[in-house]
């Protein structure tokens, strides 16, 4: 299982940053994101229970109340019902990948402290280890988020996304870790160069995703024993 939102989902894979088909369907492709590649990877199923925009705080729309936590446990993200039986099929491992919309958003100024998005980071753990009792859990900082954009906030003070996200993804695991939940991990992906960023609106390349499985696959094949 695979969550997240549009920085791993194949948004713009097909385009090229500034595009016109940007603002089209037609080059956004989930075949060549970062879900298939790992999917293809660990020869496993997979679910995606991914929205574009969405975060544990704020999305990258701050009036969109529809955090992660009101689309994930839905069949279909923007609508209230049907929800999804977690039941009928339980993963083996699952990757988280969110956070973006809360601490590098220009939109948010200021942006939340570290401690502020490290408590509902883990109350999204805690709502993903209820729906999937025994799952392997890698809690991923995107090689997308930088501390160099944005850059200062309304009171000149650094964003410091990526500081930021790294730290609090790590306090949230270990909070986790201490209330009894072992099987949650901490994962840092590799900075992404400007050149990785080339699809649409400054997402992953085809060739970025490819990196990224190059880096995961192997942490949670020795993780979970596969």
Not at 4 to 30: I, K, P, Q
Not at 125 to 141: E, G, H, I, M
């Amino acid at each position: 299982e695979i969550i997240g939102n549009s920085t791993l989902s194949g948004y713009g894979v097909d385009g090229v940053r500034g595009d016109a088909l940007c603002n089209t369907s037609s080059v956004h492709n989930a075949h060549r994101s970062l879900i298939a590649l790992l999917a293809a990877g660990l020869d496993a199923e997979e679910y995606a229970p991914s929205v574009s925009g969405t975060g544990v705080l704020t999305n990258e729309n701050p009036v969109d109340t529809n955090l992660i936590f009101s689309t994930y446990p839905r069949v279909l993200s923007r609508f209230t019902t049907p929800l999804w039986d977690f039941s009928k099929w339980q993963p083996d491992a699952i990757v988280v990948m969110i956070g973006g919309t809360d601490l590098s958003n220009p939109q948010v100024d200021p942006p939340p402290s570290q401690a502020t998005f490290a408590t509902a980071y883990e109350q999204f753990l805690a709502l993903v280890r209820s729906k999937n009792p025994n799952a392997y859990v890698f809690a991923a900082t995107s090689p997308t988020t930088s501390n160099f954009y944005p850059t200062n906030d309304v009171n000149g003070n650094p964003y410091m996304a990526r500081t930021k996200m790294m730290g609090g993804i790590a306090a949230a695991v270990a909070s986790r870790n201490a209330a009894g939940d072992t099987k949650v991990y901490p994962f840092v992906f590799s900075p992404a160069s400007d050149a990785d960023l080339g699809a649409c609106a400054y997402h992953p390349t085809f060739t970025l995703y490819q990196r990224m499985a190059s880096e995961i696959v192997p942490f949670i094949k020795t993780t979970v024993g596969w």
